[in-house]
């Protein structure tokens, strides 16, 4: 993995100029299965520093991922400005022949950027939550639930019919069945807005603890966790940031990850949203996209819209060597 302390982390990161250059403003994407330190940390929250020169390897792989990027639908690009991808992407280690495990890709957003990035000597491995877990939400048709018994097989054809040109080989399981054959091969495990709905339920079914578990697992000694999570404030109550409207203390998930193995490496304030300060009465889906309990008010659909998309904490964590 390259050195993720070779050049700057600050919020005017190194891609800054590319998501402006791809016109980023926000669209509508269907939030996922919702229907959707101590001193001596290693922090990479920090004021503007001068950029380093980047070394050629960095440079050629910056070239690349800005690449797939401006190749993205409009729909897609318009969510830059709110998802990062290139700054996150980055600040994770992601790199071009790695082995990568995206939990829950659903329709693809992050995997239609990565598997291309990752190319033809990479691997994308999606990874969907566990079939017991989905009969908990109380939403999901008898025929939904019943699908997500192929999900799998159904997500690797789908996934396939997405790439007309050579990508990263794709792999899929679902949590709590990691195969043998991931078992220490893996590169980065990406927990994208994915981490809520495992805490939310752990106590129906360890969800959360059988997610870290496949985690460690999959991954190689030195390997790494991404984790972008809608961010409680610290002082709400925990029966609230308990990841049933969405959001998750920062410290909630720190402590889960390092409880299973990890050590934090580093933190971003890429995907911070000061704007949002929510409350124990609000829940991530009033925000844009989803806009929940307001499309048929305008005034108040404008007043979420002006918030913009939810805070996300963006940490970074790795399994010892």
């Known amino acids: 993995m390259f050195d993720l302390f070779r050049y700057s982390t600050s919020k005017t990161f190194l891609f800054t100029a590319l998501a402006l250059s791809l016109g980023a403003c926000q669209s509508d994407d269907a939030p996922v299965a919702e229907s959707d330190r101590a001193a001596e940390t290693a922090t990479m ?16 792989e910056q070239d690349s991922l800005a690449a797939v990027l401006a190749t993205q639908p409009d729909k897609v690009q318009a969510r830059y400005a709110a998802r990062h991808p290139a700054e996150t992407l980055t600040f994770f280690g ?20 990565l598997a291309p990035y990752l190319g033809e000597s990479g691997t994308l491995v999606g990874v969907d939550y566990s079939p017991s877990l989905f009969p908990l939400f109380g939403f999901f048709s008898e025929e939904q639930l019943k699908a997500k018994e192929t999900w799998v097989d159904d997500w690797l054809e789908e996934a396939r019919a997405w790439f007309d040109t050579p990508v990263a080989d794709l792999d899929a399981f679902q949590f709590g069945e990691l195969p043998e ?12 807005r994915a981490l809520h709905n495992l805490a939310r339920f752990e106590g129906d079914g360890g969800f959360l603890t059988a997610a870290l578990m496949n ?24 029966a609230w940031a308990d990841g049933s409207a969405g959001y998750l203390k920062k410290s909630f998930v720190i402590a889960q990850l390092e409880a299973a193995g990890f050590e934090l490496i580093g933190e971003s304030d890429i995907n911070v949203n000061p704007l949002d300060q929510p409350t124990s009465e609000d829940i991530v889906w009033r925000l844009p996209p989803t806009l929940s309990g307001s499309k048929d008010n305008p005034e108040l659909a404008a007043a979420m819209t002006a918030v913009g998309e939810s805070t996300r904490m963006t940490l970074l964590f790795k399994k010892p060597e």
């Not at 054959?181 to 994208?192: H, I, N, P, T, W």
């Not at 985690?215 to 925990?238: F, I, N, R, W, Y």
Request: aromatic share 4%; net charge negative; glycine share 12%.
């Open 45 to 60: 929250v920090t004021e503007a520093e001068p950029t380093a020169t980047l070394e050629p390897a960095a440079a050629a």
């Open 94 to 113: 992601v790199e071009p022949g790695m082995t990568v495990l995206e939990a829950l890709p659903g329709g693809g957003w992050y995997s239609k950027i």
């Open 181 to 192: 054959r991931l078992e220490g091969e893996v590169d980065a495990v990406l927990f994208v």
């Open 215 to 238: 985690t460690k697992a999959a991954l190689k000694p030195g390997g790494v966790v991404g984790v972008v999570q809608h961010m409680a404030p610290e002082d709400a109550s925990d």
